[in-house]
């Protein structure tokens, strides 16, 4: 996680957020990430515009890093853009991290339990 946040402070990829505009809005998002949902709230429909969105996100020749609340949409998402081209990289923990023994997150990794930058609507 260290590591994309290096990549993603020197430009030399783009964070995409492919969390829900809810998910960003309620629970918080990362500054100067790219918002490109994977699925939509509120039936967690596939967005049909994903290829779209993140190609325009991504600029030719930059990595793209993937984050979702888990790391498991962003790992179907960082899969659809090697698809496309990119070079995709998904982060694991994603933005809360597993729960702990009590169903709670941001308690056991994550880029929020990190003390990475995010900010909260």
């Given amino acids: 996680m260290t590591l994309a946040y290096q ?3 020197a430009g030399e ?10 998910e960003r809005a309620w629970v918080g998002f990362v500054p100067g990430a790219e918002p490109v949902a994977w699925k939509q709230w509120p039936g967690m429909d596939m967005n049909p515009e994903f290829d779209q969105q993140l190609k ?10 993937l984050l979702c609340r888990s790391g498991v949409r962003s790992v179907a998402a960082a899969k659809r853009a090697t698809e496309l081209g990119l070079t995709a990289y998904n ?3 994603g933005f809360e991290g597993d729960p702990d ?3 709670q997150r941001n308690r056991r990794g994550g880029w929020r ?3 990475l930058p995010w900010r909260q609507s």
């Fill in 7 to 9: 990549w993603f402070e």
């Fill in 13 to 22: 990829a783009v964070l995409v957020d492919v969390r829900t505009d809810a």
């Fill in 56 to 65: 325009a996100a991504v600029p030719e020749g930059k990595k793209v890093l």
């Fill in 91 to 93: 982060i694991l923990d």
């Fill in 101 to 103: 023994e009590h169903a």
């Fill in 113 to 115: 339990f990190n003390g």
